[in-house]
């Protein structure tokens, strides 16, 4: 059963940074890139970084050079470290495990094992 802990949102003043964790129970964590999403009302969760097992990160250009994905494979553990934080980045994040190949990354196959995620707020 995977469990995933999504933890570290809140509410910032635009510029500013916040961290994010997600733990990861099971052996999904290990074997697998691991990707931050967020969501809000109305609309489909967004990839905004991925990191391989190996380290490679992908980003979308809306969040790059701002959003730094990292991870701690000895504590299944992966980390959203985001600054100059806009109103536009306001949204529940997630975090999920991925399939990264040439084409990029996406969200693994069969996947629907979603955490609760993490209120990040970011005022004007």
């Known amino acids: 059963q995977v469990q995933l802990v999504e933890s570290g949102g809140g509410l910032v003043q635009t510029g500013g940074s916040l961290r994010l964790s997600c733990a990861a129970s099971?052996?999904?964590?290990?074997?697998?890139?691991m990707g931050w999403y967020r969501q809000t009302p109305g609309k489909q969760r967004e990839l905004v970084a991925a990191i391989t097992s190996t380290g490679r990160t992908n980003y979308p250009d809306s969040v790059k050079d701002r959003f730094i994905i990292f991870r701690d494979n000895a504590k299944n553990t992966v980390y959203l470290q985001m600054n100059s934080l806009k109103p536009e980045d306001t949204a529940v994040y997630y975090c999920?495990?991925?399939?990264?190949?040439?084409?990029?990354?996406?969200?693994?196959?069969?996947?629907?094992?979603w955490g609760q995620g993490t209120q990040v707020t970011v005022s004007s």
């Open positions: 999920a495990p991925n399939f990264c190949s040439g084409d990029g990354c996406r969200l693994l196959r069969n996947f629907a094992s």
């Open positions: 099971g052996t999904i964590f290990s074997s697998n890139a």
